[in-house]
């Protein structure tokens, strides 16, 4: 079955980065592009962006502009989001979503806190 | 940028109402490019509705879809303890947001 599987929990210093991994299975991998959606600890959905996993080509919300940068691994089937400069705002679970009509499946989410 | 509002903010029923779910974007949403998602707490967002009346794979039939334009409606026709949870609404045409969510509990 289709199916992304992120990876761990992570616990970052304000300042620092975090890079979130997203592997893909059951599809064919570039045929579908990925995005990024964050929500905040009982917040709303926030998207951040997308990347074709067909050529790497990129879209990023204006509010992450030069703080994000998404990228993919065709040989691992693996999609990964890195946030840099985090401030304690960031924390939040980050999940991925395969871009079809809507978004189907997303991924279990990764629990990024920031935190001195 | 395009704004979707979600009302009510929060839904009370019992089980076996109908419940309905509003979504209004403030310009025209190109193609019904409109998709519903269920999260429940804990899990991840699920798509429920996609081009705004048509079923994701494995949705009961007891969800539905409707509207066009500017004006959206998700509907549960009989309200199931499984289906407390939080809907969104998403516009995926010429940009991507979400609305603010419309939470659904059990009266």
């Known amino acids: 079955q289709v199916q992304l599987v992120q990876s761990g929990a992570e616990v970052k210093k304000p300042g620092t980065s975090v890079k979130v991994s997203c592997k893909a299975s059951?599809?064919?991998?570039?045929?579908?592009?990925i995005r990024w959606v964050r929500q905040a600890p009982g917040q709303g959905l926030e998207g951040m962006g997308w990347i074709s996993a067909y050529n790497g080509k990129t879209n990023y919300a204006q509010k992450f502009q030069g703080r994000v940068t998404m990228t993919t691994d065709t040989s691992t089937n693996t999609v990964y989001m890195e946030l840099r400069s985090l401030r304690s705002d960031d924390t939040a679970v980050y999940y991925c979503?395969?871009?079809?009509?809507?978004?189907?499946?997303w991924g279990q989410g990764t629990l990024v806190t920031v935190s001195s | 940028e395009l704004v979707l509002t979600q009302s009510p903010g929060t839904l009370s029923l019992s089980p076996g109402e109908r419940a309905t779910l509003s979504c209004r974007a403030s310009q025209s949403v190109s193609s019904s490019y409109l998709a519903w998602y269920q999260q429940k707490p804990g899990q991840a967002p699920r798509l429920l509705i996609y081009?705004?009346?048509s079923r994701a794979t494995g949705i009961p039939d007891r969800f539905s879809g409707s509207g066009s334009g500017t004006d959206f409606t998700l509907t549960i026709s009989r309200l199931e303890p499984e289906d407390i949870a939080v809907y969104y609404c998403?516009?995926?045409?010429?940009?991507?947001?979400f609305g603010g969510g419309t939470k659904v509990e059990i009266k």
């Open positions: 081009g705004a009346s």
């Open positions: 979503a395969r871009d079809t009509s809507g978004y189907h499946p």
């Open positions: 998403q516009q995926y045409g010429s940009s991507h947001t």
């Open positions: 059951g599809y064919t991998f570039t045929s579908y592009g």
